[in-house]
C-alpha cells in the first residue's frame, strides 16, 4: 500500500455498505479521485464531520489494488474551510452542486487539473460569500470550458456572455 497525501474538495458522498462512504474529491494533484471512507458512519468516527459536501480538506489516503482497479481508502481526514454560507443558502447550494456535477461528468478519473481546481477554489469561496450565484455559475463554465479547450480563446468575455445567453434563451425560454 501506497500511502499520499492530498488537498481537495469533496465533490459527491455515497452510501457504501452499512458504516462506510464512497467520496468523490477533486484535487490538483490527482483531479476527480474516488476514495472509501471505512467505518465513517459509526457513532464515534471522529472523521465523519471532515466529510461534508464542498469541504475543503487534507485528505490522507492508502492507494493499493491493480493498475487497471486501483483502490483509495481514507486513513485520515483535516477540514480546512467548510463553506458553510454556501451549504445554507439554497441558490448558492444548487450552484455548487451544478458545478460538481459537472466536474465529476466532465473529467477523467485521475487526471490531473491544476488551473481548473485553483478555479472551482476561488468559485466556491465566491459562493461563500455571496448571495447572487448566477453570474459567478456563468462565469466559472466559461472560464472551465475555455480551461478544458471547448471554447476558442479569442473570443472576449463580453460575447461569450451574450452567445450563452442566447442559446439559454432558445433552450429554455422561461
Same mark, same amino acid.
Given at each position: =500500500?501506497?500511502?499520499?497525501? !492530498?488537498?481537495?474538495?469533496?465533490? $459527491?458522498?455515497?452510501?457504501?455498505? %452499512?458504516? $462506510? ?14 476514495? !472509501?471512507?471505512?467505518?465513517?458512519? *459509526? ?8 466529510? %461534508?459536501? +464542498?469541504?475543503?480538506?487534507?485528505? %490522507? ?17 483535516? #477540514?480546512?474551510?467548510? +463553506?458553510?454560507? @454556501?451549504? #445554507?443558502?439554497?441558490?448558492? +447550494? ?7 456535477? +459537472?466536474? !465529476? ?8 487539473? *491544476?488551473?481548473?481546481?485553483? @478555479? #472551482? ?7 461563500? $460569500? ?12 466559461? *472560464?472551465?470550458?475555455? @480551461? ?5 480563446? !479569442?473570443? *472576449?468575455?463580453?460575447?461569450?456572455? =451574450? =452567445?450563452?445567453?442566447? #442559446? ?7
Amino acid at each position: =500500500m501506497i500511502h499520499r497525501k !492530498i488537498f481537495g474538495i469533496i465533490l $459527491d458522498g455515497k452510501p457504501a455498505g %452499512d458504516l $462506510d462512504r464512497l467520496i468523490t474529491v477533486f484535487s490538483e494533484e490527482n483531479g476527480v479521485t474516488a476514495i !472509501i471512507a471505512k467505518g465513517v458512519k *459509526k457513532i464515534t468516527s471522529h472523521r465523519g464531520f471532515h466529510l %461534508d459536501l +464542498f469541504n475543503l480538506a487534507h485528505f %490522507d489516503i492508502e492507494e493499493g489494488g491493480s493498475q487497471y482497479n486501483p483502490r483509495r481508502y481514507l486513513r485520515e481526514v483535516t #477540514t480546512e474551510k467548510n +463553506f458553510l454560507k @454556501l451549504k #445554507t443558502h439554497p441558490e448558492n +447550494f444548487s450552484a455548487a452542486c451544478v458545478i460538481a456535477s +459537472f466536474l !465529476i461528468r466532465a473529467l477523467p478519473q485521475g487526471s490531473p487539473q *491544476k488551473q481548473l481546481f485553483h @478555479l #472551482t477554489q476561488k468559485i466556491f469561496e465566491a459562493l461563500n $460569500d455571496t448571495r447572487e450565484p448566477h453570474e459567478i455559475l456563468s462565469l466559472f463554465f466559461l *472560464k472551465s470550458l475555455r @480551461l478544458l479547450g471547448h471554447l476558442p480563446s !479569442i473570443l *472576449k468575455k463580453r460575447e461569450l456572455k =451574450m =452567445m450563452l445567453g442566447r #442559446t439559454l434563451l432558445q433552450l429554455d425560454p422561461e
